[in-house]
C-alpha cells in the first residue's frame, strides 16, 4: 500500500469513534472479499516494456466510488469530498449527508449520481429529477445490492442508524416519517434499467457487475458504462475479488463501453495493473474515507495526489503502456 496512505488510515483509525470506523472498514460475514480485494493485487506482477522513448501523459484515470455519510467521516462530509475532487469525475452517494445540489454545487468537475433503484417509482423518479437539476452529469445505478448486506461489525455495535443531526439528504422530503429513508429491493431487474434509460437523457451506468454475461446485457440494455465492484466486500462474501472478475467482463465488453474497476485500490501500482487487465479507470472507496477523516478536504486532496504522481512513476516505468501482456503472476 502507498505509505501515504496507510498514514491516513492509521490517523482516521484513531480519529473516528471505533463504530463509525468500523462501518467504513467492514465488509460482509468472514471478511474473505474484503482482504481478497487487495491481496488479488499482491498476486500480479509487472513485466515492464523497455527503451520504448515514450513520455507518458496521460489523464488521471480515476473516480471516487461512491460512499455513504461522509458527515461520519467529518463534520464537512461530502463538501469537503467535492471541493477535493478537482478535476476527478466524484460518484456521490444517494445516501450523502449533504443534498446532491450542494455536492455539486462545491465541486469543480464532473459529479455523478449513485442511485439505488427504490420500489416506490415516484421516489426513484423523484431523485433523478433531483440529479438532473442539480447538474449531474451520469447516473450509477447500483446493481449488487438486493438487499442490505450483513456487516457483523455493524450488527456487534448495533450501528442501524444515523446520529441525530444526520440524514440521508438526498430523502429528506421524499419518504414519510417512520420509513427505513433508503431502500434496497431484490424486485429490481433490467427492466427497471430501461426505464430509467427512457426517463432521463443522463448517461447511465451500471455498477456491481461481476458476471460476463451481465456485462453483455449491459450494453444490451443501453448502458454507458459499466463499473466491475463487488460493493468493496460488503454484499456476498462468497464472490471473486473484483480485479480476478475484470478480465472476463472486459474481453465480453469487448471495447463497447468503458469498464471500470473499484475495489482494493490501494496504489499506482494497483491502478496500472487494473488498466492493463482491462479497466479504462479504476474507482477509489475507502482510501477517500481514511482522507476525509484524517484531514477533510486536505486529507482527500492528498489521496488523490500521491495516487496520481505514483500511477504516473509506476506507468513510467513500465515504458508508457498497459496491455493486458505486461500483467503476469507473482508465483
Ligand atoms: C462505507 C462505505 C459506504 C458505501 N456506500 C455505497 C453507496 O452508498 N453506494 C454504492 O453504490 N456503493 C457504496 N459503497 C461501495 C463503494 O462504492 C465501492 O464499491 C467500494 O468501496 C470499493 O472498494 P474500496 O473501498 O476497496 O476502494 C460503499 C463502500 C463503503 C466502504
Ligand atoms: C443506505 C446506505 C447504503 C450504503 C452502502 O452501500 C454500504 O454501506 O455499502
Known amino acids: 500500500m502507498n505509505p501515504v496512505l496507510a498514514e491516513l488510515h492509521d490517523k482516521a483509525r484513531a480519529v ?4 463509525h470506523y468500523d462501518f467504513f472498514a467492514g465488509g460482509v460475514g468472514d471478511e474473505v472479499v474484503l482482504a481478497e480485494n487487495e491481496a ?14 515514450i513520455e507518458v501523459r496521460q489523464d488521471f484515470p480515476v473516480l471516487i466510488s461512491p460512499t455513504a455519510f461522509h458527515k461520519l467521516a467529518h ?17 456521490s452517494s444517494m445516501a450523502s449527508t449533504v443534498p446532491i445540489a450542494e455536492v455539486v454545487a462545491a465541486a469543480s468537475g464532473p459529479v455523478w449520481f449513485q442511485l439505488y433503484v427504490q420500489p416506490d417509482p415516484a421516489v426513484t423518479e423523484a431523485l433523478v429529477r433531483r440529479a438532473e437539476r442539480a447538474g449531474c452529469a451520469a447516473l450509477v445505478v447500483t ?3 438486493p438487499v442490505f448486506g450483513r456487516h457483523r461489525r455493524d450488527l456487534a455495535h ?8 444526520l440524514a440521508a439528504e438526498n430523502m429528506r422530503d421524499l419518504t414519510g416519517p417512520g420509513l427505513r429513508t433508503i431502500e434496497m429491493s431484490p424486485a429490481v431487474s433490467w427492466g427497471h434499467l430501461d426505464r430509467l434509460r427512457e426517463m432521463t437523457a443522463l448517461p447511465l451506468w451500471v455498477k456491481g457487475i461481476l ?16 463499473v466491475v465492484s463487488n460493493h468493496g466486500g460488503r454484499q456476498l462474501d462468497l464472490v471473486p475479488a473484483a480485479l480476478d472478475a475484470l478480465p472476463a467482463v472486459a474481453d465480453a465488453v469487448a471495447g463497447r463501453v468503458p469498464v471500470v474497476l473499484d475495489g482494493g485500490v490501494r496504489g499506482g501500482g494497483d491502478i496500472a495493473v487494473a488498466l492493463a487487465l482491462g479497466a479504462s479507470a479504476v474507482g477509489i472507496g475507502r482510501p477517500v474515507l481514511w482522507g476525509l477523516a484524517a484531514d477533510g478536504e486536505q486529507g482527500v486532496r492528498r489521496v488523490l495526489d500521491v495516487l496520481h504522481d505514483e500511477f504516473l512513476h509506476v506507468l513510467t516505468l513500465c515504458g508508457g503502456e498497459l496491455s493486458r501482456d505486461v500483467v503476469v503472476a507473482r508465483c
Not at 16 to 19: F, K, M, Q, S
Not at 40 to 53: E, I, M
Not at 76 to 91: I, K, N, P, Q, S
Open 158 to 165: 448495533g450501528f442501524h442508524d444515523l446520529p441525530a443531526g
Open 75 to 91: 463534520p464537512d462530509g461530502e463538501l469537503a469530498t467535492a471541493r477535493a475532487a478537482g478535476t476527478t469525475t466524484l460518484v
Open 40 to 53: 488479488a493485487f499482491r498476486r500480479r506482477a509487472l513485466l515492464p516494456r523497455v527503451l520504448r522513448g
Open 143 to 145: 446493481a449488487d445490492s
Open 211 to 226: 458476471h460476463p454475461a451481465d456485462a453483455v446485457l449491459a450494453v444490451e440494455h443501453g448502458v454507458a458504462g459499466i
Open 16 to 19: 473516528l469513534d471505533p463504530v
